[in-house]
């Protein structure tokens, strides 16, 4: 899967491209739409708090950099003396996943309340009122969702393609 941004300029051409999606057999749990304020959502499905914030980046780097903090941490604790060398190995997968754990909670609740930075990108044009369209697509179906949506919608941007797609949201 990957995810793909654009953006479009008001709520009737957004109901568009949502119908011609679901024409094309892409299921809504894949369509997120981000509104700013008071903007008129009129049943698009809305993005969650997966989407806009900054959660899942958050936990993967706090769980990376947690463990490679228990993984020295263990290794410090073994390299030192004092008869920790025998149970070395314990010493070292406990540190390490306590890290790791410790690291991922941590950065996630920073995560969840901070916004998703591939989305601070976008803050100009959804200030002006435009809607911001995220859809996890199938890799073979990346033209096809570039083609169906320019072909219909020239006055739609295109924001980019990220190279994966987080597996939770």
Not at 4 to 14: G, K
Not at 18 to 42: C, N, Y
Not at 161 to 169: A, G, H, L, N, Q
């Given at each position: ?14 109901k ?30 809305e ?9 899942i ?15 020295v ?44 930075r ?35 919608h ?16």
């Open positions: 899967m990957r995810r793909i941004y654009f953006l479009s300029p008001n709520i009737e051409i957004s568009k491209i949502v119908d011609e999606l679901l024409l094309a057999r892409f299921e809504e749990r894949h369509i997120h739409v981000i509104a700013k304020g008071d903007a008129s959502m009129e049943n698009l499905p993005a969650s708090h997966l989407q806009k914030s900054d959660l980046p958050a936990l993967e780097q706090g769980f990376a950099v947690g463990g490679l903090a228990g993984m941490a263990g290794l410090v604790a073994i390299a030192l003396p004092g008869g920790l060398v025998l149970a070395g190995g314990a010493v070292f997968a406990i540190t390490t996943f306590t890290g790791a754990g410790f690291g991922a909670v941590m950065s996630s609740m920073i995560g969840s309340s901070a916004n998703n591939r989305i601070q990108q976008f803050e100009e044009a959804l200030d002006k009122g435009e809607y911001l369209f995220i859809i996890d697509v199938p890799k073979e179906r990346l033209d096809e969702v570039q083609t169906l949506v320019k072909n219909q020239p006055e739609v941007e295109f924001g980019g393609i990220e190279p994966k797609t987080p597996v939770f949201p």
